[in-house]
């Protein structure tokens, strides 16, 4: 069954890691996504009420840095205090390491960011892949991940259905709030979601046997 559910993140850390891949190849293209991601924050940018913008603005700090920062040490000082260790570990090494991916990536790929004018959330520093989409990915999946290990079965769809619904908004603020092109977004997913996919795969056994 370990070996099965193993195999299952393998499978999903390729899948994301190939759309990480092609979306990355078709923005340093500058093809048809790029004119659509374009398109698409011309439209929104004439389109989106204020009062959406104003309540968005406030919403996006959920994907924070700082406030991400914030829940994983948290989650790890309440992991060492039942002195799950390896779990503590391994929430470290899923926060942090996509932290500095992203980072990585932001760097290697230094897409500017679309026009945002608008003056109620401002943003610095290079647009693919994006920064909150993927700590919100790190951070609210590998929430998900600790409840499901740590929660009875009857919480599981809950928690599953929450973080998903959770990280899909932040996302979408993001593209709303024309600080991050859709293209930009849907990387920072895929980045994140094949790095925490990859920790999994290759330290499920370690972490089940501390939940356990």
Not at 83 to 101: D, E, F, K, N, S
Not at 146 to 169: D, E, K, T
Request: charged share 10%.
């Amino acid at each position: 069954m370990m070996a099965g559910a193993h195999r299952r993140w393998w499978l999903v850390a390729l899948f994301a890691w190939v759309v990480f891949i092609l979306l990355a190849i078709s923005v340093t293209a500058d093809g048809a996504l790029v004119r659509f991601d374009q398109m698409l924050a011309a439209t929104l940018s004439l389109s989106v009420a204020p009062s959406l913008l104003w309540l968005l603005s406030w919403f996006t700090h959920l994907g924070d840095r700082n406030f991400l920062i914030i829940i994983a040490a948290v989650m790890t000082a309440g992991l060492l205090w039942r002195q799950a260790w390896r779990l503590a570990w391994m929430c470290v090494v899923v926060t942090a390491g996509g932290g500095l991916l992203n980072m990585l990536m932001k760097h290697v790929f230094q897409r500017v960011r679309p026009e945002h004018l608008h003056g109620y959330v401002q943003e610095h520093g290079w647009s693919f892949p994006s920064g909150h989409a993927s700590g919100t990915m790190a951070v609210y999946g590998f929430a998900c991940y600790l409840a499901i290990c740590l929660l009875p079965a009857r919480w599981h769809r809950r928690c599953l259905l929450g973080a998903v619904l959770l990280i899909s908004a932040i996302g979408i603020s993001r593209v709303l709030l024309q600080v991050h092109y859709l293209s930009d977004v849907l990387a920072g997913f895929a980045l994140s979601l094949a790095w925490l996919s990859m920790c999994l795969a290759v330290m499920g056994r370690w972490i089940h046997r501390q939940a356990h």
